[in-house]
């Protein structure tokens, strides 16, 4: 999920937490579970700062080691002891359950969204996303902020919020439900299909879909169960030529490559330089594919320049390009 959703969800567990009496006897135990299911909600998310970096190394590690079962247990533990420094009075382990539980419910919703993470990890390095809601989710970020609303004009934040929870249970169910309905559609539209991705948007009833099957590429979109495939491919394998083997060794493409299940490939040949780029097919927007590896070569083969991200003109691109060649 994304930021926002986390922060809120960091506030609705620590009204919910308000139903321990432990934690309410105390004003500060009840303050520090407060904070530390703020903070526990958005720890994970700290490879973030990867970003700062580059693209390469964030799409490499993001959800990564952050969600993994290790982390998991460790980022309680880190939390926990920093407040226990500052307020030593503070009952330990009710504030470790609750913040225990926060951290696990950041790794838990992020399974639900398209990217997914690698909370398996170290016993598996298997991507796990399940994508059936969007990184931000209108209406389970609206339903938080409501709660939240509510508790500050005096409603009981226990029960206000596990109220809220039970409605939130019911729209996963449905839109794995709603999901497995478009499945269906799709697999009776092309019944060769090999692979079939279903991604959600911001938009309850409109869903991404790309499909492949042994010779083509399909793109396309849904809206109320109404399915229409947008663009077709042809499914051309990637050669092993001496360029895209060349171009194969960058880290940004390289990044791509870990990350992209489906995607289509492009070669130009230039009178002083090769350009190689790498178009992910599951994000059509407005008829672009804005998410992209690109990388320049000169004629013997050298890198001169790469990027891969979100690009959503080709002049920004070239700029881009251009600032990494100088």
Do not use: C
């Given at each position: 999920m994304d930021t926002g959703t986390h922060i809120v969800m960091g506030v609705a567990l620590g009204g919910i937490a308000t139903l321990d009496p432990v934690v309410t006897e105390s004003s500060v135990t009840a303050t520090s579970v407060l904070i530390a299911t703020i903070v526990g909600s958005q720890i994970p998310d700290i490879d973030t700062v990867l970003k700062l970096k580059n693209n390469a190394v964030y799409i490499r590690n993001h959800r990564g080691i952050t969600h993994s079962i290790p982390a998991v247990i460790l980022w309680p533990m880190l939390?926990?002891?920093?407040?226990?420094?500052?307020?030593?009075?503070?009952?330990?382990?009710h504030l470790w359950m609750w913040t225990q539980l926060a951290v696990f419910l950041h790794v838990f919703v992020d399974i639900f969204n398209a990217y997914g993470t690698q909370a398996l990890r170290p016993f598996s390095n298997k991507w796990i996303a399940l994508g059936i809601i969007n990184t931000f989710d209108p209406f389970i970020f609206i339903l938080h902020v409501i709660g939240i609303i509510v508790w500050v004009f005096g409603a009981a934040p226990g029960y206000t919020f596990l109220g809220m929870y039970a409605v939130i249970v019911a729209y996963y169910?449905?839109?794995?439900?709603?999901?497995?309905?478009?499945?269906?559609i799709v697999k009776n539209?092309?019944?060769?299909?090999?692979?079939?991705?279903?991604?959600?948007?911001?938009r309850n009833s409109e869903w991404r879909i790309a499909v492949m099957n042994e010779?083509?590429?399909?793109?396309?979109?849904?809206?109320?169960?109404?399915?229409?495939?947008?663009?077709?491919?042809?499914?051309?394998?990637?050669?092993?030529?001496?360029?895209?083997?060349a171009a194969k060794k960058d880290?940004?493409?390289?990044?791509f490559l870990s990350f992209s299940p489906v995607y289509r490939w492009e070669m130009d040949d230039y009178d002083d330089h090769y350009e190689v780029r790498f178009i992910d097919l599951r994000y059509r927007s407005n008829g672009h594919y804005p998410f992209v590896a690109v990388v320049k070569l000169d004629n013997k083969l050298n890198i001169l320049s790469s990027?891969?991200?979100?690009?959503?003109?080709?002049?920004?691109?070239?700029?881009?390009?251009?600032?990494?060649?100088?």
């Open positions: 939390i926990v002891g920093t407040i226990y420094l500052f307020q030593p009075e503070v009952n330990l382990t169910i449905h839109r794995f439900i709603y999901k497995r309905k478009l499945l269906s539209m092309i019944p060769d299909a090999t692979d079939i991705i279903i991604a959600p948007t911001m010779h083509q590429f399909f793109v396309g979109r849904s809206k109320r169960l109404e399915v229409n495939i947008l663009d077709q491919f042809n499914r051309i394998p990637v050669p092993q030529t001496a360029v895209l083997t880290s940004n493409l390289s990044a990027y891969t991200g979100w690009i959503y003109s080709e002049e920004k691109l070239r700029k881009k390009l251009e600032i990494i060649t100088s």
